[in-house]
Nanobody
Framework: QVRLVESGGGLVQAGGSLGLSCAASESVFSIKSMGWYRQAPEKQRELVATISSDGSTNYADSAKGRFTISRDNAKNTVYLQMNSLKPEDTAVYYC???????????????WGQGTQVTVSS
């Protein structure tokens, strides 16, 4: 089945940068939208940024001006460039995508396994 695989997480000092990527598996026929969510310990998962198939983007207020989401449709990949990181950005970051698989006739929502981002003060 479709799998989303994230990479790029790690440990960084406040003010630093990290770039995340998420690639969908080979069974993908089409991806309608992709996004990044995050979940800190003992908190609900929250939206960070999304990008639609036409390139339109949406950001959480906390991410505006610091994070940039982009996608490469040919590679079925979404990216999140995170600059000026703050300790409160510490969370597990999850990739999300609405995917039409070959042989299916409707989009399904998929989640990656997550990648840890830790920002030290």
């Amino acid at each position: 089945q479709v799998r989303l695989v994230e990479s790029g997480g790690g440990l960084v000092q406040a003010g630093g940068s990290l770039g995340l990527s998420c690639a969908a598996s080979e069974s993908v026929f089409s991806i309608k939208s992709m996004g990044w969510y995050r979940q800190a310990p003992e908190k609900q998962r929250e939206l960070v940024a999304t990008i639609s198939s036409d390139g339109s983007t949406n950001y959480a207020d906390s991410a505006k001006g610091r994070f940039t989401i982009s996608r490469d449709n040919a590679k079925n990949t979404v990216y999140l460039q995170m600059n000026s990181l703050k300790p409160e950005d510490t969370a597990v970051y999850y990739c999300n995508a609405a995917v039409l698989s070959k042989g299916d006739n409707y989009y399904r929502n998929y989640w990656g396994q997550g990648t840890q981002v830790t920002v030290s003060s």
